[in-house]
């Protein structure tokens, strides 16, 4: 049949089928005497699929190897797409979420934080005041030459007097067994947090936390896990307090 029959059957446009045709997803034959293009009746249920391929936003060049795979390879190749709409799905409901929230709260913000190795030690200090433990440790994770991205502290127990918490380091994950006893890590999932950014005297801290919180409690985001505080690189005077409120994808 021609182009024209074909778009009518399939309900592709003819500009369509000739993008089709110039990626190697859809060939078709040529009349000898006008060069038409022609289409066979078995070929529709592979042009519909290539639409709703298309249609649900799987790239050309994953097109182009679905349709040269075996039925295996096909079956694995879906289940990657289908991961990646959920993700995206997930994307989609936390912004929407977000954008909904209570505008007033200008100082919160969102974000999405990739999966990290992270290192931690117990420690035990007054509310806000971690800052030698923070050096001690760094100092050790420097004589052993381990370089680290980010810092973080999270509170365990206890009142303002004394508080027992854990500080970590964000290491690279090609870094294997860390040579101090007294150490144990984790790798922190990849997830969408909600954050607050905090400057000034670090025994007043706890207010910034009740802020964050309030805001989640408000919103009705529900922590997908501990509440941290995140000092940026080398930086201990200021942090962000941030609270994971969806992971994204499987264990990491």
């Not at 529900?222 to 000092?231: H, Q, R, V």
Request: a positive charge; glycine letters at 6%.
């Amino acid at each position: 049949m021609t182009i024209q029959a074909f778009s009518m059957k399939t309900g592709i446009p003819k500009s369509t089928l000739r993008f089709y045709e110039e990626k190697g997803l859809l060939k078709s034959a040529r009349q000898e005497d006008s060069n038409y293009r022609m289409y066979s009746e078995d070929q529709i249920p592979l042009a519909k699929m290539i639409a709703s391929l298309r249609t649900a936003k799987v790239p050309i060049h994953d097109i182009q190897l679905y349709l040269k795979a075996d039925k295996d390879k096909q079956k694995r190749m879906k289940a990657k797409w289908i991961q990646t709409i959920k993700e995206n799905q997930k994307q989609l409901e936390v912004s929407l979420r977000y954008l909904e929230s209570d505008s007033d709260e200008a100082e919160i913000y969102m974000f999405e934080k990739p999966a990290e190795k992270v290192i931690w030690f117990e420690a035990e200090s007054t509310a806000g005041q971690f800052s030698q433990e923070f050096i001690f440790r760094r100092k050790q994770m420097e004589q052993v030459q381990i370089p680290i991205k980010n810092t973080y502290l999270r509170y365990i127990s206890g009142t303002k007097k004394q508080v027992k918490a854990e500080i970590g380091f964000g290491i690279s994950k090609k870094i294997g067994t860390v040579p101090i006893p007294e150490a144990f890590s984790e790798t922190m999932r990849k997830c969408f947090c909600i954050g607050l950014t905090f400057n000034g005297d670090f025994s007043k801290i706890e207010a910034a936390y009740r802020k964050l919180m309030q805001y989640c409690m408000v919103n009705n985001w529900t922590p997908a896990g501990s509440i941290l505080e995140w000092y940026r690189g080398g930086q201990m005077d200021a942090a962000d307090i941030i609270i994971p409120v969806t992971h994204i994808g499987g264990n990491q």
